[in-house]
T-cell receptor, first 109, second 114 residues
Framework: GIQVEQSPPDLILQEGANSTLRCNFS?????LQWFHQNPWGQLINLFY???GTKQNGRLSATTVATERYSLLYISSSQTTDSGVYFC???????????FGGGTRVLVKP | EPEVTQTPSHQVTQMGQEVILRCVPI?????FYWYRQILGQKVEFLVS????????KSEIFDDQFSVERPDGSNFTLKIRSTKLEDSAMYFC????????????FGQGTRLTVV
């Protein structure tokens, strides 16, 4: 099945800083999603982005399907951005949404 | 905004007991899923369900587990004879069509087996 790798595994930011999280996947995808897991464990949908670029407030995401990666940008980070960010992919030949290992983000005031 | 809801949010059970985790998927969605996340680890696929039958299951989903859609709105995960290693966060998800469409996750049920 598809392999999904995220980097970096951990990220510490000062409030107000910008950052880029990366998700690499091993096969063509029909679905690529980004989630934020908050401190209570909930998985919050951020983006459904099998290709192209989307923006939602301070967050934006880009998926370059032909090169098998997706990027999540956090601008002007806030302490509420802390948590774990997961990407998950559904491969063209697959049958399940496969999660990456996550990037743990800590934004310090 | 429609959402997937799960109950209970937290369940503590004794080893060997049976538990049923409940989910109400988004109403017009046709595909349903269970995932689990052991503390500090990846989110892992358990099973997908469509048209009242299992369409895919992982190696984790053995005879200890079963799923059911008992009525038009609920989707349940039953774990028989729970083990300590079943302690995890269990997520239900649904999608309008297959996983080429966006999947929405519930808030999770934290299962603790003691």
């Amino acid at each position: 099945g598809i392999q999904v790798e995220q980097s970096p595994p951990d990220l510490i930011l000062q409030e107000g800083a910008n950052s880029t999280l990366r998700c690499n996947f091993s096969d063509s995808v029909n679905n690529l999603q980004w989630f934020h897991q908050n401190p209570w464990g909930q998985l919050i949908n951020l983006f459904y982005i099998p290709s192209g670029t989307k923006q939602n407030g301070r967050l934006s995401a880009t998926t370059v399907a032909t090169e098998r990666y997706s990027l999540l940008y956090i601008s002007s980070s806030q302490t509420t951005d802390s948590g774990v960010y997961f990407c998950a992919a559904f491969g063209a030949a697959g049958n399940k949404l496969t999660f990456g290992g996550g990037t743990r983000v800590l934004v310090k005031p | 905004e429609p959402e997937v809801t799960q109950t209970p949010s937290h369940q503590v059970t004794q080893m060997g007991q049976e538990v049923i985790l409940r989910c109400v998927p988004i109403s017009n969605h046709l595909y349903f899923y269970w995932y689990r996340q052991i503390l500090g680890q990846k989110v892992e696929f358990l099973v997908s369900f469509y048209n009242n039958e299992i369409s895919e299951k992982s190696e984790i989903f053995d005879d200890q587990f079963s799923v059911e859609r008992p009525d038009g709105s609920n989707f349940t995960l039953k774990i028989r004879s729970t083990k300590l290693e079943d302690s995890a966060m269990y997520f239900c998800a649904s999608s309008e069509r297959d996983l080429s469409t966006e999947a929405f996750f519930g808030q999770g049920t934290r299962l603790t087996v003691v």
